[in-house]
C-alpha cells in the first residue's frame, strides 16, 4: 500500500512525503515521490496529515463493577478505537484480591481475542505479590503493574506493598503505574458526606479534593525516589497532582504523567447537571481553572500521554447504581464512575492544536510516541520510520464529525461531549497495512488485532 502526498507528522518532525507499506505490514518506505508498485493500493492523502496510529495506554473494555459493568467489550471498544485513529490499546487487566494474576491475564486475553486493533496489557495487584509473579508477568509480555492508592475495600494497596512492587519492577525491567488519591482520607470524607445525608451526585466532587490527589501523587514519587525506580502516575486531573509531579522531576525522579481528555474539556458543574449521574469518573472533573493548568504542563513536557481511561456505562445501568437497584442509586457512592472517550481522544486533542494550546508535534507526540516508548512499544509502535508496524492514520483536517452518542460507535447512550462537532478526523487507518477504517466507516474484521507482548524496558 501507498499512502502519497500526505504531511508526516513524527518524531522526525514535520515533512510532505510518502509512505509505502510492505506486505509484511510494516513501513518499508519512506520519502518523496515514491512510485507505486504494480498492483499496489494508493491513498491520497493530499492536504492531509499522517502520522502513527494512537496508541490508548489506559482502556477498560471489560471490567465488571459490582452488580454491573462497562458496556463496551473487546470488539465494539477495538471498532471504535479503530474509527477514531487508535490503533493500539493498552488494557488493564485485574486480579483481585485472592485471584491468580497469570491466570487473570490469560482470562482477559481470551476476552480480547475478538480485538479488531492490537492489544497490549497492564497488569493491576490489589495485594502484595511475590517477586516471581512479577518475573512472570513481564515473561508473558506484559511490564506493567498498575496499583491503587484509593479504594480501601477492593483495590488499594498500602505503601509497603508500593515500595516492595516498585522496588520488583525495576529489578524485571517494568513500571509501577498508580492511581494517586489518598483513599483513608476519602473513606472518611465520604462517611461524613453520609452521615449528614449529603448523598447527591455533587457529593463524588467534594469527596475526593485535589488536594488529596496532589498528597497521593507527592507521596508516591517520593516512594519511586527511595527505590530509584520509574512510576506513571494515570489520569492526572488537578494542579497539585500537577505540581507534585513536577517537584518529583526536578528531584530527578524518573516521574511521568498521564492525563485524559475529561479534565481537559468538562469541569465539574457538570455533576450539578440534571444527568450530573452520567459525568462521574474518578478522579472526578474540577474547576476549570485546572485544565488550564494540564494543557500547559502537556505543552511543556511535564505530562507525558493522554490516553482516556475509558470506561463507558449504558445510561440504565450508571442510574441503576453498581446494586443494579431497579429504582436507582441511594447515595453517590453507589453511582459507576467512568466515561466513554476511546473513539474520541485524537480528535479532542487535535481540537486543542486548533486552539493554540499544543502543536502538531505534541499531539503526535502525547497521542502515539510517548505511550509506545514509555511502555515498550517503541519503535514497533507510535513511529513512521522504515521498519515499523504499519499502523498508519490519515488525519483529514476538514472532516466534520458530530461528538453525540448517535453518531459514534462506543457501546453507549451518552456521549460527554453531546452537542460538539470535531473538526478534524480520520480518513484512513490502518492496523499493521490492513484498512481497519475508512471515511468515518469500520472496514476491519473482528479478531485481527493482535496481543502485542512488551519487552522489559531497558533504562540508563
Ligand atoms: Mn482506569
Same mark, same amino acid.
Given at each position: &500500500? ?31 515521490? $515514491?512510485? +507505486? ?42 471498532? @471504535?478505537?479503530?474509527?477514531? /485513529? ?13 485471584? #491468580? ?5 490469560? #482470562? ?12 497490549? &496489557?497492564?497488569?493491576? %495487584? ?22 491503587? *492508592? ?17 522496588? *520488583? ?5 517494568? *513500571? ?43 507521596? @508516591? ?51 450539578? #447537571? ?9 478522579? +472526578? ?27 463507558? %456505562? ?7 447504581? *453498581? ?15 467512568? $466515561? ?21 508535534? #505534541? ?26 508496524? /504499519? ?13 453525540? @452518542? ?55
Amino acid at each position: &500500500m501507498l499512502v502519497t502526498g500526505g504531511t508526516l507528522i513524527d518524531v522526525d518532525g514535520e515533512r510532505v512525503a510518502d509512505v509505502r507499506i510492505g506486505t509484511d505490514g510494516r513501513i518499508a518506505e519512506v520519502g518523496p515521490t $515514491l512510485a +507505486p508498485l504494480p498492483g499496489e493500493e494508493v491513498h491520497d492523502a493530499t492536504g492531509r496529515f499522517v502520522i502513527p496510529g494512537g496508541v490508548d495506554a489506559h482502556t477498560h473494555l471489560h471490567l465488571p463493577l459490582g452488580a454491573i459493568g462497562a458496556s463496551d467489550d473487546f470488539h465494539t471498544g477495538t471498532v @471504535a478505537a479503530a474509527i477514531g /485513529g487508535t490503533t493500539t490499546v493498552i488494557e488493564y487487566v485485574t486480579a483481585e484480591r485472592g485471584s #491468580d494474576p497469570v491466570q487473570r491475564l490469560e #482470562d482477559w486475553k481470551r476476552r480480547a481475542e475478538p480485538a479488531s486493533v492490537d492489544v497490549a &496489557m497492564h497488569m493491576t %495487584f490489589t495485594e502484595a505479590v511475590a517477586e516471581g509473579v512479577v518475573a512472570e508477568c513481564v515473561e508473558r509480555g506484559v511490564t506493567t503493574f498498575k496499583l491503587y *492508592m484509593a479504594y480501601p475495600e477492593t483495590l488499594q494497596v498500602d505503601d509497603d506493598v508500593i515500595l516492595d512492587i516498585l522496588t *520488583m519492577a525495576k529489578r524485571r525491567g517494568g *513500571m509501577v503505574t498508580i492511581h494517586a488519591e489518598n483513599g483513608g482520607a476519602i473513606t472518611a470524607l465520604r462517611r461524613q458526606a453520609l452521615a449528614a445525608g449529603r448523598t447527591g451526585v455533587f457529593e463524588h466532587s467534594r469527596t475526593r479534593p485535589a488536594l488529596l490527589e496532589g498528597e497521593a501523587v507527592a507521596r @508516591a514519587t517520593a516512594l519511586a525516589e527511595v527505590a530509584e525506580a520509574p512510576i506513571y502516575v494515570v489520569h492526572m486531573s488537578s494542579a497539585p497532582a500537577l505540581q507534585a509531579l513536577r517537584a518529583a522531576q526536578e528531584r530527578g525522579v524518573a516521574a511521568y504523567g498521564e492525563t485524559c481528555p475529561q479534565y481537559l474539556f468538562l469541569d465539574v458543574d457538570r455533576l450539578a #447537571d440534571p444527568d450530573g449521574e452520567n459525568f462521574v469518573c474518578t478522579p +472526578p472533573l474540577r474547576d476549570p481553572w485546572h485544565s488550564e493548568e494540564l494543557w500547559e504542563g502537556m505543552a511543556r513536557g511535564w505530562l507525558h500521554t493522554v490516553a482516556t481511561d475509558h470506561c463507558p %456505562f449504558w445510561v440504565a445501568d450508571r442510574h441503576a447504581g *453498581m446494586q443494579a437497584r431497579p429504582d436507582g442509586w441511594r447515595d453517590f457512592t453507589e453511582i459507576p464512575g467512568g $466515561l466513554p472517550g476511546i473513539e474520541t481522544r485524537l480528535a479532542l486533542i487535535w481540537d486543542g492544536v486548533q486552539r493554540g494550546k499544543l502543536s502538531r508535534s #505534541d499531539w503526535v507526540r502525547l497521542c502515539s510516541e510517548a505511550p509506545a516508548r514509555l511502555f515498550g512499544l517503541w519503535p514497533q509502535k507510535g513511529s513512521l520510520r522504515v521498519g515499523a508496524d /504499519g499502523d498508519v492514520v490519515v488525519w483529514d483536517p476538514q472532516r466534520s464529525q458530530s461528538l453525540d @452518542a448517535d453518531a459514534l460507535h462506543m457501546a453507549t447512550d451518552h456521549s460527554p461531549y453531546e452537542g460538539m462537532t470535531a473538526t478534524g478526523w480520520p480518513s484512513l487507518v490502518t492496523v499493521r497495512g490492513r484498512v481497519v477504517a475508512e471515511d468515518g466507516r469500520y472496514v476491519g474484521e473482528p479478531g485481527y488485532g493482535r496481543f502485542v507482548e512488551r519487552a522489559p524496558i531497558v533504562r540508563d
